[in-house]
Nanobody
Framework: QVQLVESGGGLVQPGGSLRLSCAAS????????MGWYRQAPGKQRELVAT???????NYADSVKGRFTVSRDNVKNTAYLQMNSLKREDTAVYYC??????????????WGQGTQVTVSS
């Protein structure tokens, strides 16, 4: 069984910064892409940023220039550095990973989410 555990969320003032972490653990062969999604109250879950195992990144237009996604392939951990946070960044942030499980099948795994609140 695979677990994705997020950490680093919290309350921050507009203009502030937070760094989220997502650690993958359990029984799997390898990870492919990892990513961050978010869901604000009353809205659909949306992509924030993704990163491949080779380090290629993709960002939502709304976070380009403010957020940076990275990963440590040895630690099976992804990070999301969030700078210049805005009130509209308030949401539950979810980690996602495409992984090759022990049955030899690719599957999608999700974390339980971490709350990010941007407020003065």
């Amino acid at each position: 069984q695979v677990q994705l555990v997020e950490s680093g969320g919290g309350l921050v003032q507009p203009g502030g910064s937070l760094r989220l972490s997502c650690a993958a653990s359990g029984s799997f062969f390898r990870l492919r892409a990892m990513g961050w999604y978010r869901q604000a109250p009353g809205k659909q879950r949306e992509l924030v940023a993704t990163i491949t195992s080779g380090g290629s990144t993709n960002y939502a237009d709304s976070v380009k220039g403010r957020f940076t996604v990275s990963r440590d392939n040895v630690k099976n951990t992804a990070y999301l550095q969030m700078n210049s946070l805005k009130r509209e960044d308030t949401a539950v942030y979810y980690c996602n990973a495409a992984l090759l499980n022990r049955a030899g099948l690719w599957e999608d795994a999700w974390g339980q989410g971490t709350q990010v609140t941007v407020s003065s």
